[in-house]
């Protein structure tokens, strides 16, 4: 009997304390497609915990997602190493409206209304048809993209930043680098 609660009670500590390594969020490349000086570019994060996300919106808590975008110059040298010749940040973040019942997503100053969940989600973890503009890069040298993901949580204020602070902080995650398509003309 003694063996049994043990299994049982170390089984709900993991289901508590790891689902986030369990499910940890990835980043997957869609299509690239170079548009004059710059690039068209489809990605998405996969593999995120949706339901706890959700809650943690209707709860009150400001969701902030950032994409970084880099095209690299491969040199082709084993000293040289790569460089990176532009770079994007792009910051969005969610917040949800109780009385009127819809998630309000904010880019920069564009900010975009969505009644449904699957929508704003789809919206909020990925990044389609995204124009880049200005790359400036040269027709005889080879570039390759990597992106990554981070997701985090905004910090409350005194008492409910301690309280949230170890319950909210799981799903939050960094997808690191991934590297993506070769990109040139």
Known sequence: MKTITYILRLAAFL??????GLYAADLNF??????????????????????????????????????????????????AGDKTVYSRIISRKVKFD????????????????????????????????YDLQGL????????????RAELKSVELYFPMNLIFKYIVGFWDFDTGWVNGPPVGY
């Open 15 to 20: 289901a508590v304390f790891l689902p986030a």
């Open 30 to 79: 869609g299509s690239v497609h170079m548009v004059g000086d710059g690039a068209r570019v489809n990605l998405s994060v996969v593999s995120y915990q949706r339901h706890d996300i959700l809650e943690a919106m209707k709860r009150g808590m400001e969701i902030r997602v950032t994409y970084e975008i880099q095209i690299r110059r491969v040199t082709g040298g084993i000293l």
């Open 98 to 129: 109780f009385w009127g019942k819809a998630f309000q997503v904010m880019e920069g100053k564009k900010s975009t209304v969505f009644q449904s969940e699957n929508a704003m989600l789809d919206y909020f973890f990925s990044l389609k048809e």
């Open 136 to 147: 400036g890069l040269r027709g005889n040298e080879s570039y390759v993209m990597r992106a």
